[in-house]
Nanobody
Framework: QVQLVESGGGLVQPGGSLRLSCAAS????????MSWYRQAPGKERELVAV????????NYLDSVKGRFTIYRVNAENTVHLQMNSLRPEDTAVYYC??????????????WGQGTQVTVSS
């Protein structure tokens, strides 16, 4: 079955770094667009970063541009989010998402269970 398993979250001081990882299985990973979302308490889930199937195209939430980098290793079925210069406002549960649109326009997406990132001194 499809699984997305995130890891790498934790507690970090402002200005610190974390690398989140998402290990995928059960689907043709290299054909799916991969994304990281986050949800802070009392707020809606928001898209943080997205990467295309071949890893050539990326896009970021404005507030993380220049600080976060998304990349994927298709040979290992993994996608990562390198987070630098972390701020307290980056505190949230971070979710890995896999998305695919078939040739007939049907959309599919899967979610991981989430990993907590807390930025605090």
């Amino acid at each position: 079955q499809v699984q997305l398993v995130e890891s790498g979250g934790g507690l970090v001081q402002p200005g610190g770094s974390l690398r989140l990882s998402c290990a995928a299985s059960g689907f043709s990973f290299s054909s799916w667009t991969m994304s990281w979302y986050r949800q802070a308490p009392g707020k809606e889930r928001e898209l943080v970063a997205v990467i295309t199937t071949a890893g050539v195209g990326t896009n970021y939430l404005d507030s993380v541009k220049g600080r976060f980098t998304i990349y994927r290793v298709n040979a290992e079925n993994t996608v990562h989010l390198q987070m630098n210069s972390l701020r307290p406002e980056d505190t949230a549960v971070y979710y890995c998402n896999a998305a695919f649109t078939s040739g007939l326009g049907r959309k599919y997406d899967y979610w991981g269970q989430g990993t907590q990132v807390t930025v605090s001194s």
